[in-house]
């Protein structure tokens, strides 16, 4: 077998997976749902179905993805030979990367938009109706938001094409921990804003009444969408991780990070739209109006906002990184092609969608398919139906098909790690989660 190459160390590993975790689900999708559907209620939903179903699917991937060294296709024609089914949920995956890459790369072309902003100095001095007016005129600007897509996929594609050491590994080292500083920040500073109290109310209390089906898919889903999983991403990362690494503890580490940065958003938007009138359920303006309120009221404002900004972009990058990363070892593993090569073919075949997404966006654009944008289809499509399925099947795969032992082997790595724990989280991955999975899928259908 070819020799291919592993991520250099335990922090690697962590650090490239919290990569492809911390972004833009996060900081712009993860308020959003949340303002969407409660508040609170939302809120304690994600955190039990992120904390437990999250680990237990990262897990499932690492070890199909290390177990056979492979793509997400190849991985199961390895495991499982080219014969049954199997290889679809290879499929299945990569068309997901391919999709959410698309309409990512939307909003990653915003963030390199408003880090223009930030540094011409744009939000000072304006009211809320004029952020406002910002974020609608630069979102029908006729081409500047294509132009930031395809630079950002331009930049995604060249990390890509370099391979993983160089690439992904050495950036995310560096500037993720920042990122978390600059959040840190950020929140102490909402905190202090007049809203604040409404804000952590609307948050932090849930209103149990509110629970429903729709709630418990979204929340579902935003994990899913959030923590990189059940579309092969993983998989991909898995297939890079040494024969030594703790799968187990590096998975609770990025599962953790990914939450920290998910609820400090919400502490940073939430008193920040409460104080300036914003709705939270204002959906995809929510991030990019309540933030430059914030930075307005701050001393140094202009220079946090700019550091911001230049931070989130990174972290934006370093998940379109691994959406393009599953499309990359997937074609030049089963077509033979060369990584630049391959970088370049799925990153333009992607810009045929995203730039449909981005148009979807403006005002009276005909890209509309029953009342929701490309871009909302795109999402929904992905979050609310790929992701999940995907998810399914790859714990029905570990936790039914692959053989227990070979489980608790990559589990233990070869029996040197204690098995109690990661017994346990057999179990979560044969029982619980598919339960979990198709319990929520179904609740969203009844009323
Ligand atoms: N998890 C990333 C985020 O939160 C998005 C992503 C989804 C990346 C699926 C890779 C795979 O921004």
């Not at 359920?281 to 991030?287: D, N």
Request: hydrophobic letters at 50%; charged letters at 10%; glycine letters at 10%.
């Amino acid at each position: 077998m070819k020799q291919r190459e592993n991520f250099g160390s335990k922090l690697g590993i962590i650090m490239a997976t919290a990569g492809s975790a911390l972004g833009l689900g996060n900081i712009y999708r993860f308020p959003c749902e949340a303002g969407a559907n409660g508040g609170g209620a939302f809120l304690i939903v994600y955190l039990i179905v992120a904390l437990l179903m999250g680990t237990t699917l990262m897990v499932a991937e690492f070890i199909i993805g290390r177990r056979s060294h492979s793509n997400p296709i190849g991985a199961f024609r390895v495991l499982e030979g080219k014969k049954n089914g199997w290889m679809s949920i290879g499929w299945l995956g990569v068309v997901c990367a391919f999709l959410v890459l698309a309409f990512y790369t939307t909003v990653a072309g915003w963030t390199l938009g408003y880090l223009g902003k930030s540094v011409a100095n744009h939000f000072e001095g304006q009211d809320l109706g004029q952020i406002q007016g910002q974020f609608v005129s630069f979102t029908n600007h006729p081409w500047l938001p294509i132009v930031c897509q395809l630079i950002f996929l331009a930049l995604t594609a060249v990390v890509v094409a370099r391979g993983i050491k160089d690439g992904i590994e050495k950036w995310s080292k560096i500037l993720m921990p920042m990122l978390l500083v600059i959040m840190v920040v950020l929140c102490v500073k909402s905190l202090t804003l007049n809203g604040a109290a409404d804000g952590l109310r609307f948050f932090f209390t849930p209103d149990f009444s509110k629970i429903n089906g729709k709630v418990l898919i979204s929340a579902l889903g935003q994990s899913f969408f959030s923590l990189s999983i059940g579309m092969g991403a993983l998989i991909t990362y898995g297939s890079y991780i040494g024969s030594k690494d703790n799968m187990l503890s590096s998975s609770t580490s990025v599962v953790f990070a990914d939450t920290l940065v998910a609820v400090l958003a919400g502490v940073i938007i939430f008193p920040a739209a409460f104080t300036f009138g914003v709705q939270p359920e204002a959906g995809a303006s929510l991030a990019f109006t309540t933030l430059p309120m914030v930075f307005q009221q701050m001393t140094g404002g202009y220079f946090f906002c700019l550091i911001f900004f230049l931070l989130l972009v990174i972290a934006t990058l370093t998940s379109t990184i691994s959406l393009l990363e599953v499309i990359v070892a997937t074609t030049t593993e089963e077509l033979h092609i060369s990584r630049p090569k391959a970088a370049i073919l799925g990153s333009l075949t992607t810009a045929v969608i995203g730039v449909l997404a981005t148009l979807s966006f403006r005002e009276g654009s005909p890209l509309h398919l029953n009342g929701q944008t490309v871009f909302d289809m795109l999402d929904h499509i992905t979050a609310l139906y790929l992701m999940p399925i995907g998810g399914l099947m790859i714990v029905l795969f570990v936790g039914w098909r692959m053989k227990k032992a070979d489980t608790l082997d990559e589990l233990t790595n070869g029996g040197t790690l204690r098995a109690g724990i990661r017994k346990v989280v057999y179990y979560l991955i044969r029982y619980v989660a598919p339960v979990a999975i198709v319990v929520i899928f179904i609740s969203q259908l009844v009323k």
